[in-house]
């Protein structure tokens, strides 16, 4: 068994959460890739005897082989974080996923300029006219688009681009046989032929609540800037925008009326250092120089 095989059998474990699977996976590059005794996994990632027993179980129950038989079938592309084709960028940021289920060209994963656009799921008609805006010109300059196939900003941003000639990648909660909402089955199919989506959820996996913060560290992880069209204060997208900016990403903002609530929290964060943009000229002179 080779580290790359360890790191596909410990993504489609279920006993334990992303760190530890790091931390296991460090030991394992650091040693060997072969599972450690149940003992020694109960020290190393300190988790009681029972739940190490759970996963030395589960671990080389996984179908290995049949498995990657079954997704090369599907098209779905694998990449661990120990591969050279992991992105680099996706590296830095706090428990980076073990490994990115593809389904696409791979090849947008290591364009020059990707820029997450990310906004409100039930954004207000000026988040499309900011990103009709701004999207053509970016596209032209061959930035890559980066969102989560949600409603609202997500959906804009991904036809948008589309419909002016560029590139956009989807990253999505769940697997790729549970794409949600269902109304985006059409764009997301569509994205899976001519563009990329990324999971890092096995395909069987079914969308839950909690993996949406996962998918949005991704989202930033992957870029190298963050748009915010619209966001209310300490929603999701609020929440994401601070964290690109604690990992490090340029954050830039769309303003918006003092009062309007949709802008409460682009306007907060402009004042706290996040950059105002008002057209793609000032996102491409900030991009060309990082």
Same mark, same amino acid.
């Given at each position: 068994?080779?580290?790359?095989?360890?790191?596909?059998?410990?993504?489609?474990?279920?006993?334990?959460?992303?760190?530890?699977?790091?931390?296991?996976?460090?030991?394992?590059?650091?040693?060997?890739?072969?599972?450690?005794?149940?003992?020694?996994?109960?020290?190393?990632?300190?988790?009681?005897?029972?739940?190490?027993?759970?996963?030395?179980?589960?671990?080389?129950?996984?179908?290995?082989?049949?498995?990657?038989?079954?997704?090369?079938?599907?098209?779905?592309?694998?990449?661990?974080?120990?591969?050279?084709?992991?992105?680099?960028?996706?590296?830095?940021?706090?428990?980076?996923?073990?490994?990115?289920?593809?389904?696409?060209?791979?090849?947008?994963?290591?364009?020059?300029?990707?820029?997450?656009?990310?906004?409100?799921?039930?954004?207000?008609?000026?988040?499309?006219?900011?990103?009709?805006?701004?999207?053509?010109?970016?596209?032209?300059? =061959?930035?890559? &688009? %980066? #969102? /989560? @196939?949600?409603?609202?900003?997500?959906?804009?941003?991904?036809?948008?681009?589309?419909?002016?000639?560029?590139?956009?990648?989807?990253?999505?909660?769940?697997?790729?046989?549970?794409?949600?909402?269902?109304?985006?089955?059409?764009?997301?199919?569509?994205?899976?032929?001519?563009?990329?989506?990324?999971?890092?959820?096995?395909?069987?996996?079914?969308?839950?609540?909690?993996?949406?913060?996962? =998918?949005?560290? &991704? %989202? #930033? /992880? @992957?870029?190298?800037?963050?748009?915010?069209?619209?966001?209310?204060?300490?929603?999701?997208?609020?929440?994401?925008?601070?964290?690109?900016?604690?990992?490090?990403?340029?954050?830039?903002?769309?303003?918006?009326?003092?009062?309007?609530?949709?802008?409460?929290?682009?306007?907060?964060?402009?004042?706290?250092?996040?950059?105002?943009?008002?057209?793609?000229?000032?996102?491409?002179?900030?991009?060309?120089?990082?």
């Amino acid at each position: 068994m080779d580290i790359r095989e360890a790191i596909f059998r410990l993504s489609h474990c279920r006993e334990i959460g992303t760190s530890r699977k790091l931390k296991l996976i460090s030991s394992l590059q650091a040693h060997s890739p072969v599972l450690p005794h149940i003992s020694a996994l109960q020290l190393i990632l300190s988790i009681p005897i029972e739940k190490a027993s759970k996963l030395h179980k589960e671990f080389h129950s996984i179908p290995f082989t049949r498995l990657k038989l079954y997704y090369a079938d599907k098209g779905i592309k694998w990449c661990t974080i120990a591969d050279e084709g992991y992105p680099d960028l996706l590296k830095e940021v706090y428990d980076p996923p073990l490994l990115l289920f593809c389904k696409g060209n791979t090849e947008l994963l290591h364009t020059p300029m990707k820029l997450a656009v990310i906004g409100a799921r039930k954004c207000t008609p000026y988040t499309g006219k900011v990103l009709s805006h701004l999207i053509p010109s970016l596209t032209q300059h =061959r930035v890559t &688009i %980066i #969102s /989560g @196939l949600a409603r609202g900003a997500d959906t804009i941003a991904h036809e948008t681009s589309i419909r002016s000639g560029g590139k956009t990648i989807g990253v999505i909660a769940g697997g790729f046989d549970h794409i949600y909402p269902k109304e985006n089955v059409p764009l997301a199919n569509h994205m899976m032929d001519h563009h990329l989506m990324i999971s890092e959820f096995p395909p069987h996996t079914r969308p839950e609540k909690w993996q949406f913060p996962l =998918r949005n560290r &991704i %989202i #930033s /992880g @992957l870029s190298h800037a963050v748009l915010v069209t619209e966001a209310q204060r300490k929603s999701g997208t609020y929440i994401t925008a601070d964290y690109a900016l604690n990992e490090g990403r340029d954050v830039f903002c769309i303003p918006g009326p003092l009062f309007a609530p949709m802008s409460e929290g682009t306007n907060t964060l402009i004042q706290e250092g996040a950059k105002m943009v008002v057209s793609a000229e000032d996102i491409l002179v900030e991009m060309a120089s990082m």
